[in-house]
């Protein structure tokens, strides 16, 4: 099966789940240690996002302030990204290849919060901590 629109494969390097991280009154005070856990791996996305998808980014946001609607708008937007997550050779936590995410938001759910963000960012066409690097690095050369 190959997508009308071409794909973008992004390196995981970058995501990093946060070990002894501190959130105080909603607010992080002590970020933790970071281990990057996908190193040498990628993802496959597709690069456009639906309006259900945006809508469900939006309910997260005001999720906080109803009972109940943080899973429900959890479960939604990992339904909806699981259309856009093409393919990866992700690995969990013991080193085991993960299934498949494509259609399949139930391994999405089974993610760390942390490695859940970082793909909403790197699909959204945000940047990702490599990109950042490359950026400033390029941003020192042409100084």
């Known amino acids: 099966?190959?997508?009308?629109i071409p794909t973008q494969k992004i390196k995981s390097d970058g995501c990093a789940v946060?070990?002894?991280?501190?959130?105080?009154?909603g607010e992080i005070?002590?970020?933790?240690?970071p281990h990057y856990v996908h190193k040498g791996e990628w993802v496959e996305i597709l690069?456009?996002?639906?309006?259900?998808?945006?809508?469900?980014?939006?309910n997260l946001q005001v999720a906080s302030d109803t009972p109940g609607s943080l899973g429900q708008s959890m479960t939604a937007l990992c339904t909806e990204l699981s259309k856009r997550i093409i393919s990866w050779?992700?690995?969990d936590m013991m080193?085991?290849?993960?299934?498949?995410?494509y259609k399949n938001p139930t391994v999405l759910e089974g993610l760390t919060?942390?490695?859940l963000m970082w793909l909403i960012n790197a699909s959204?066409?945000?940047?990702?901590?490599?990109?950042r690097k490359k950026d400033s690095a390029v941003s020192a050369g042409t100084s």
């Open 1 to 4: 099966m190959k997508p009308k």
């Open 18 to 25: 946060n070990i002894g991280q501190v959130i105080e009154d």
């Open 29 to 33: 005070t002590d970020p933790g240690v």
């Open 47 to 58: 690069p456009v996002m639906t309006v259900r998808e945006v809508t469900q980014l939006s």
């Open 89 to 91: 050779n992700w690995t």
């Open 95 to 101: 080193g085991d290849e993960i299934d498949q995410p």
């Open 113 to 115: 919060s942390e490695e």
């Open 124 to 131: 959204s066409g945000g940047e990702t901590a490599d990109d």
